[in-house]
């Protein structure tokens, strides 16, 4: 079955510390891939997506993400957090031709001043 | 003016009890969703929608039912609830391929 792994579950950092969220997927054929991200009691908000070209692509509030297909991930970045930034971040894999997107397991990113 | 909304955003009831939340898109997408978030944060698909035909049902138990009476709304009906029904339930919509856009949640709790 199709599953999306985010293995740092909770991070930690002081602001203006460098983030780097991993993610990979188990899928062989072609998928979209998406970063979301839940501000505490809010509700989910795209960060960014990748469907095709560049394999860098660029989102909101600075963040970034790098497809390497042969890695079969999608790594989130961002150079320098802030305490704004703070948040539970969610990766996702929606497999092409389908309606059906499949979350990764959630990293908690805490960020103090 | 938003997107993807839900009614109610808080539902607090007792185990044994039908309730229902309801959702409404007003982006124009053919493609509705329900997720479940548990207490560990992780989203689950439920079902989605296209254009009203049911497309994904993925293994929820019976006393879950979608309905969707067009293709901006798709509610949920939940009978004889049970204590792991708590959680926080979203409703999205998407267009084609594209990313699924959020509504605000509806937490459920039942005692």
Known sequence: AQSVSQHNHHVILSEAA????GCNYSYGGTVNL???????????????????GDP??????????EFI??????NLRKPS????????????????????LIFGTGTRLQVFP | DTAVSQTPKYLVTQMGNDKSIKCEQNLGHDTMYWYKQD??????????YNNKELIINETVPNRFSPKSPDKAHLNLHINSLELGDSAVYFCAS????GELFFGEGSRLTVL
């Open chain 1, 18 to 21: 460098s983030l780097e969220l």
């Open chain 1, 34 to 52: 998406f970063w979301y991200v839940q501000y505490p009691g809010q509700h989910l908000q795209l960060l960014l997506k990748y469907f095709s």
């Open chain 1, 56 to 65: 860098l692509v660029k989102g909101i509030k600075g963040f970034e993400a």
């Open chain 1, 69 to 74: 297909k042969s890695k079969f991930s999608f």
């Open chain 1, 81 to 100: 957090v802030q305490w704004s930034d703070t948040a539970e971040y969610f990766c996702a894999v929606k497999l092409y031709n389908t309606d059906k």
């Open chain 2, 39 to 48: 207490s560990k944060k992780f989203l689950k698909i439920m079902f989605s």
């Open chain 2, 94 to 97: 998407s267009y084609d391929e």
